[in-house]
């Protein structure tokens, strides 16, 4: 709150323990159910807290650096449940060795898991 003599009457009647513990326990709880942190936005003249409940979308990928031909990958693993290397040359329009290169990528930031061998390899989501 921004307000101390608010902050002092929501104490005194006891429905705050103190200032600021409920944000460090609700991004614990995110973390713990492998959810992206909270987000935090002061706007219209208010504050505003955002939960995701997929860390998968557009925006967070964004944010982790993640390339438009890996965002699509990972909406196409969303929607169908895996990907192949084929399917990753189709959608995008790349050589094999971009492929290679952009799903390494996505396995390397733990987004996506290699199952299966040999030519048999396909990627799900973690």
């Given amino acids: ?3 101390p003599l608010v902050d002092k009457v929501f104490y005194l009647a006891g429905y705050i323990e103190q200032y600021g513990s409920g944000t460090v326990r609700m991004v614990e709880w995110m973390k713990e159910a492998s959810l992206p942190e909270p987000e935090y936005k ?3 003249g208010g504050f505003s807290v955002y939960f995701y409940k997929d860390v998968y979308i557009e925006e967070n990928l964004r944010k982790m650096e993640v390339n438009e031909r890996q965002i699509k990958a990972v909406m196409y693993v969303k929607e169908k449940g895996r990907i192949t290397n ?3 040359r189709e959608l995008n329009r790349v050589s094999d060795e971009s492929a290679r290169i952009d799903l390494s990528l996505l396995v390397k930031m733990e987004i996506l898991v290699p199952k299966g061998s040999g030519r048999s390899v396909h990627y799900i989501l973690k």
């Fill in 1 to 3: 709150m921004r307000n």
């Fill in 42 to 44: 002061e706007e219209l």
């Fill in 86 to 88: 084929r399917e990753y």
